[in-house]
């Protein structure tokens, strides 16, 4: 059960998987208002794989620098194709983003931005919010809805703008 210590935003608990040291969140809705303050100060980081950026669609206004890469190379076990952490990662955002700004990080539902997150923070970045629902947002959980087992909750695509056209300026690979 939730216990008093467990970190919450707007009154719904994070769960451990989005959970971040600096202990800040936001919902993509949230992110995508405070973008809209404040355009130029705002900063906002997708950390998932290319592949998912190209096919799934991506704010216009990120910069995708991935957390992990997959491996084209089937997990039997896991049932699925594993991660590996990009070497590049911490290297790249410090390339680009300065301990003190906002950043907003999202990837998928956010688990990544987490960990990103915390990679950053022990690298002294002081600023980075997790989109605790992430791009492609929460399950619905409707045995009734024809979006039942699917990502179509919340999330940025159901609440803010996002694209399919590649800026590749805005794609930091190496």
Not at 29 to 58: C, F, I, S
Not at 125 to 145: H, K, Q, R, W
């Amino acid at each position: 059960g939730a216990t008093m210590t467990e970190p919450t935003h707007n009154g719904h608990p994070i769960v451990k998987e989005r959970q971040t040291g600096l202990g800040l969140y936001v919902t993509a809705k949230e992110a995508y208002d405070m973008w809209q303050a404040d355009p130029e100060g705002m900063k906002v980081l997708d950390v998932r794989t290319p592949e998912e950026w190209v096919n799934v669609g991506h704010p216009p206004m990120a910069t995708l620098i991935p957390f992990a890469f997959m491996a084209y190379v089937w997990d039997e076990e896991k049932g699925g194709f594993p991660w590996s952490l990009n070497p590049g990662f911490l290297e790249r955002v410090q390339e680009r983003f300065a301990p003190t700004d906002t950043i907003l990080v999202t990837c998928r539902s956010g688990g990544r931005a987490a960990m990103a997150i915390n990679m950053m923070t022990a690298a002294g970045y002081t600023n980075a919010y997790n989109i605790v629902d992430g791009v492609e947002g929460d399950l619905v959980d409707d045995p009734g809805s024809v979006y039942h087992g699917k990502r179509m909750k919340n999330g940025w695509k159901n609440c803010a703008p996002w694209v399919y056209s590649i800026d590749p300026e805005k794609i930091i690979l190496e």
